[in-house]
DNA sequence: TTATGTGTAACCGAAATGGATACAGATAAT
DNA sequence: ATTATCTGTATCCATTTCGGTTACACATAA
C-alpha cells in the first residue's frame, strides 16, 4: 500500500502532541521527513472528513477537530483511502466461463469480509492511543 | 491493492473447478480474460508455494497440489502478496522528533494487529468454498 | 499594510502494474 | 525418433500511481 495512511496517522499524533497549538504544514512535513505540499494534501483529505481544522494566517496551522480519544485508525483509513478496500478485482472476467461469470460476485463477498475484520481492528486503536505509546517510549529513553 | 490475488483465486478456483484435468494457461487466460504470460507468472508464484503443479508437454497444463478444501485464501494471500502487508510506513521520519522518533514503532504494531485480523478472516474461506458458491449460483441460473 | 500560511494546480521522475512477444527446455503423442 | 504442445522466464512497452517540487491566489494575523 502506499504511505498515506501512515503520514496521515503521524500528521494526527503529531497535531495530538501539540496539545492546542497550530501546527504549520512546514512543522509537520519536517517531523515526516517529507515535503509540506504533501501534508498539505492530506490535511485537506483529513479537513474535508472532519478531523482537522485549519487556522490561516500568521501564527495559524492545522489543529485537531475534536479530542485525540475521539479519533480512531480507522477515521484516518475512511479519511484518506478513498476507495477502501484493500483487495481489487480483475476487469472483466470471461462471462461465457462458469466460473469467470461469477468469480467477481463470490469473491467480492469473500473480500468484503476481509475487509470489515482490518476496519474493525482499526477502529480499536485512538489517536490518542498512539500518543501515550509514543509518550510511554519517550519517558523511557 | 493489484488485482493479482483476485486473479490468483480465480486461478485456483478454475482448477478446482477442472476436477482433475489439467489447465493451459491459455485456458485459464480466457477465462480470467488476461493473457497467458501473467497467469503463468503467477502459477510459477502458486507452485513455489505449493499450491499448484505444472504438468509439461502437450496435454497439459496446471492442477491443484492439494483439495481445494485444503486451500484457504490466506495461502493465496501468503504466495501471491510477497511482503504481505496492506500498510506502508513511510521513510525515515525525523529522529529529532518526539513523535517522528517513534512513530514507526508505534504504528506498526498497530498495523500488525489489524494485518493478522485479515489474515484470519482470509482463513476462513477455502478454495472449495468459492468453488461451491460458484456451483449454486450456476445452479439457480 | 505586510508577513504568514493554506489550498490547489501543474509538472516531474521513479516505480509498479499488467499486456505482448519471444524462446529454450521439457514432455506427450504419433 | 520426430513433432507438436506447454511451461518457465526474459525482455520490452504503455499506463497508472506515488510522492516530490514549484508556483500562486486567497485568507488571516500581526
Redesign the interface.
Known sequence: ???R???A??IL??LA?QGGQPATSELIA?????NPTFIRRLLTQLAKAGLTTSQLGAGGGALLAHPASRIS?LDVYRAIDEQQ??????????PQ???????D???K??ML??????Q???A??SIA??AA??AE??KVA
Open positions: 500500500m502506499n504511505t495512511f501512515a503520514v496517522t503521524h499524533t503529531f502532541y519536517a517531523s515526516v521527513n517529507t485508525l478496500q484493500v483487495f481489487a478485482l480483475h476487469d472483466a472476467p470471461n466461463c462458469p466460473v469467470g461469470r461469477n468469480i460476485a463470490v469473491l463477498g469473500r469480509e476481509a475487509e470489515r475484520a482490518l474493525a481492528q482499526l480499536k486503536t492511543d498512539l505509546d509514543i517510549r519517550n
